[in-house]
């Protein structure tokens, strides 16, 4: 356990020596990362990017809305590729078009240019990416169905019920 610091001694300078004390004991000989340089000292949030990075977190949330929206309008053409029905797809654009609506009506954050999604255009390419999917699956063989199992045997220590 390390002493208490002398009342007549500066903070300082008692740390100093505690250092000083414990180079020449050998103790802070071999430690990792000796030698090395001090790694982040020109970002102050490279705690939380190693964190994300780490636990494989999503960065999406963090973004502003508009470049969030931005983003959900790319991706939009590959996430209505797996809805079953055009309605479903109009209402999905419609939803996202309100979102737009209200983030324009609001405009907090960076000034980011969003402009609203044509559900025409959006059903076109849905039924161009629907009728190739159905088309590859007329065109996959179907699998076999497996054999069933034949039934346990039943053991002679075992009671009827």
Excluded at 57 to 72: C, S, V
Aim: charged share 35%.
């Amino acid at each position: 356990m390390t002493e208490r610091k002398p009342a007549n001694v500066d903070f300082a300078d008692w740390i100093e020596a505690q250092i000083r004390a414990a180079q020449e004991r050998g103790d802070l000989d071999g430690l990792p990362g000796a030698g090395k340089p001090l790694r982040h000292l020109d970002d102050d949030q490279w705690w939380l990017k190693a964190f994300l990075k780490r636990e494989d977190l999503d960065t999406a949330p963090l973004l502003p809305e508009g470049l969030r929206l931005r983003k959900e309008i790319e991706l939009l053409p590959t996430a209505v590729a797996a809805v079953p029905t055009e309605d479903r797809v109009r209402a999905l654009v419609a939803e996202l078009n309100e979102r737009i609506d209200q983030c324009i009506r609001t405009h907090t954050g960076p000034t980011v240019l969003v402009r609203f999604v044509d559900p025409d255009e959006i059903v076109a390419g849905w039924r161009v990416d629907r009728a190739a999917l159905l088309e590859r699956l007329a065109d996959a063989e179907p699998e076999p169905e497996p054999e069933p199992e034949p039934p346990a045997k039943r053991r002679w220590w075992r009671r009827r019920r």
